[in-house]
């Protein structure tokens, strides 16, 4: 394994790069230095909205690229470099089936909030979900949103690849439909991913597939790690990613990002 000719690395948030607290650790901002000084590019890629990746890396948001939304939106220096929001019009059949799971939450995430259902709503839930969408409206309406939708984010409690995904996978090719952690099902434009995000930063800064590492843990991470030769599942990550992925890394909770990056380091020093 070479990492010395890397150019590109990609993370994932969730399950990944910040540890089970939701943390990101001293050590990658130490080696996040290191990157500047080799001009390696950094991305932030996650199903998270754009404001709460940024409150997780408040002291580099300036130096790095993020992808939000499972890539329906993509932000350099507060520019917009691509958006992908849902088109309206087609959401009445994803409405009726929202509505008549009682145990199905909704989340409706625009660039600036997300808008929770009000009957939907308890206090539990809301401190739940606060760790993701901080800025948040209540509604009890969708015509209430004004915004563009970048992605529904649907929560629920036990099990989402057993309840939720095999009710609304019937909305593929339409919509993309991912899995996205163990309580999530994300609903997207067909043209929003994380893979379409990565393939336009690859090419808009002429990088290829042998310069890119990307880590990830879950399904939602499957389309850009097959954009890298340098793909690294988590120890934690879904067994449909380390199918995918070239090779494997220790858990989000034991510096698996972090490993690897200094090993990437040194092998460019030399």
């Not at 499972?70 to 520019?79: F, L, T």
């Not at 909704?106 to 009000?118: E, G, L, M, N, V």
């Not at 929003?192 to 310069?211: R, Y």
């Amino acid at each position: 394994m070479n990492l010395s000719q890397i150019k590109l690395v990609v993370t994932d948030m969730d399950g990944t790069l910040l540890n089970s607290n939701h943390e990101v650790s001293d050590l990658f901002y130490k080696l996040f230095k290191e990157l500047k000084k080799h001009n390696i590019l950094f991305v932030a890629a996650s199903g998270r909205p754009i404001y709460s990746i940024i409150e997780k890396l408040i002291p580099i948001k300036n130096d790095i690229i993020m992808v939000a939304e499972n890539g329906g939106i993509v932000i350099r220096n507060q520019e917009d470099l691509l958006t992908n929001p849902i088109k309206k019009d087609g959401l009445i059949k994803v409405e009726s089936l929202i509505n008549s799971n009682n145990n199905i939450h909704p989340i409706y995430c625009t660039k600036s909030k997300a808008y929770f259902r009000q009957n939907s709503i308890s206090n539990s839930f809301i401190k739940s979900l606060t760790e993701y969408y901080p800025k948040f409206s209540i509604i009890n309406s969708l015509d209430t949103i004004k915004e563009e939708i970048l992605k529904i984010a649907l929560y629920h409690s036990e099990d989402s690849e057993k309840y939720v995904y095999p009710i609304f996978k019937q909305f593929e090719p339409e919509y993309n439909i991912k899995i996205s952690g163990k309580h999530w099902v994300d609903i997207s434009d067909s043209k929003a991913n994380k893979g379409n995000a990565i393939k336009l930063i690859q090419k808009t800064n002429n990088i290829s597939h042998q310069e890119t590492l990307v880590f990830g843990d879950y399904n939602n991470d499957i389309d850009m790690l097959k954009l890298a030769k340098y793909s690294f599942a988590m120890e934690n990550a879904h067994p449909n990613v380390k199918e995918v992925a070239n090779f494997n890394t220790k858990s989000n909770d034991n510096f698996g990002v972090e490993i690897i990056l200094e090993k990437m380091i040194k092998a460019m020093s030399i």
